[in-house]
């Protein structure tokens, strides 16, 4: 099994291609080693000294470290974790765990905004954050607001701001005159 690495624009995080399926459905996002409790996968990359966040897509991993620790050092001990986890036949999440939602029903008067928003979420915008090892969801459309949660390498990149104000902030307002502006949220 070859697992090709790709830098992310967040330096703090590397993205690995196994090469094959990783999520059937929808993403994992585990911020913390607590959370991983329903994934063999990410408990087994946690397991290295030096990870603080795993985020599982669809056809890649990224990985989280923290500061102080080098690439080079961890590297080869997350890909033998990835190695390790496919060969033992394992699943990616327990059978109680679910993958994150993408959407959530909105209903009300913002209901058909809040479907055009989700539209070009997916269409748009999801895709190109995919590439880059991250993922961003829905979280809320209020008074010309919206909410979105960045996940995996788009959590915590230094350019996440700009490619909210910038980049999705300006196709929203663009195909949707409600959108006023865009903001992050917590998980």
């Given amino acids: ?3 090709q690495t790709e830098s992310t624009p967040n330096p703090a995080t590397l993205k690995f291609l196994p090469g094959q399926e990783v999520m059937g459905a929808g993403t994992a996002d585990f911020p913390t ?3 991983a409790s329903g994934s063999p996968l990410a408990q087994r990359i946690f397991a290295v000294s030096g990870v603080t966040g795993v985020f599982l897509g669809h056809d890649f991993v990224t990985v989280t470290k923290a500061d102080g620790n080098e690439w080079d050092h961890l590297k080869p001990a997350i890909l033998g ?3 390790e986890h496919v060969q033992s036949g394992e699943p990616v999440l327990a059978s109680d765990a679910a993958p ?3 959407h959530a029903i909105h209903e009300g008067e913002d209901g058909e905004i809040v479907e055009q928003i989700k539209q070009l ?3 748009r915008v999801r895709p190109a954050v995919a590439q880059d090892g991250g993922d961003i969801t829905f979280h809320g459309f209020e008074r010309g607001v919206v909410y979105l949660h960045m996940q995996g ?3 915590g990149c230094p350019s996440s701001t700009l490619t909210l104000k910038m980049g999705i902030e300006q196709l929203l307002r663009h195909y949707i005159p409600e959108v006023t502006e865009v903001r992050p949220v917590a998980a």
């Fill in 153 to 155: 390498a788009c959590a």
């Fill in 121 to 123: 979420l997916d269409t």
């Fill in 1 to 3: 099994m070859f697992i």
């Fill in 81 to 83: 974790a990835i190695m």
């Fill in 100 to 102: 994150a939602a993408a």
């Fill in 33 to 35: 080693p607590e959370a």
